[in-house]
């Protein structure tokens, strides 16, 4: 993709190639093309990148630099390459919100205890799959944030078929207050790396669904374990 921005504060041609230079040094970003004459920088990006990361790329060549979006709508561009980073992610929980609600119907009312579970069947098997397609690429991602995989990388390994474990159990109905006490620990875990990376604000890639799509550790992975140990508590007070 390709936008235009207002860029003031240059004077001479030494400017522009400083802030080139600065502007050319963000991943993603392909080429750029800047103007003193039309105050303008027009930068090609593989992905829309956000104004503020551009603003404290050009203030690295100097404070009187600044830069601004006059052609697009930031917040248009930043929702739509948030849907497309987290497209995978959302089709799934889509899927299995369907799958889940369709097969927990009973006397055309919900059964919101099979729900749970067959939700939890679905997350676990669905994702413990990605997982074992690249089980080395996951393992080594997820020791770099989940607090036992940094102390013991073979947990990576153990994690992808405990969760394969987890999923056929859920699915089985196998003994609900062991699987779902199961559930909730090894979630519990595994959200306590994420939030200090979340916290931290560390860039680094988000191992749910393996190495096979490459989504960033956010809030949304938050939600996710969230969400699972949330379901694990409700179905454990249903029991």
Known sequence: MTHTYQLTGMTCSSCEAKVKSNLLTLPDITSVEVSKDSNTATIVMEKHIALNTLQEAVKKAGDKYQISATTHSEVAEQTKNWFATYK???????????????????NDQTNWMHFMRYFMAGFFLTFSFFKLLDL??????????????????????IYAFLELILGIAFLLDFNPIITNWVAIIVMTTSIIGVLKSVLNKTKIQCACLGSVFKLPMSSVTIFEDGLMIGMGIAMLILI
Request: hydrophobic share 55%; aromatic share 22%; net charge positive.
């Open 88 to 106: 995978p992610l959302l089709l799934i929980f889509a899927f299995l919100t369907f799958i889940s609600l369709a097969s927990a119907q009973m």
């Open 136 to 157: 080395k690429g996951f393992a080594e991602s997820y020791s770099m944030y989940d607090i036992i995989a940094k102390r013991f990388k073979t947990w990576g390994y």
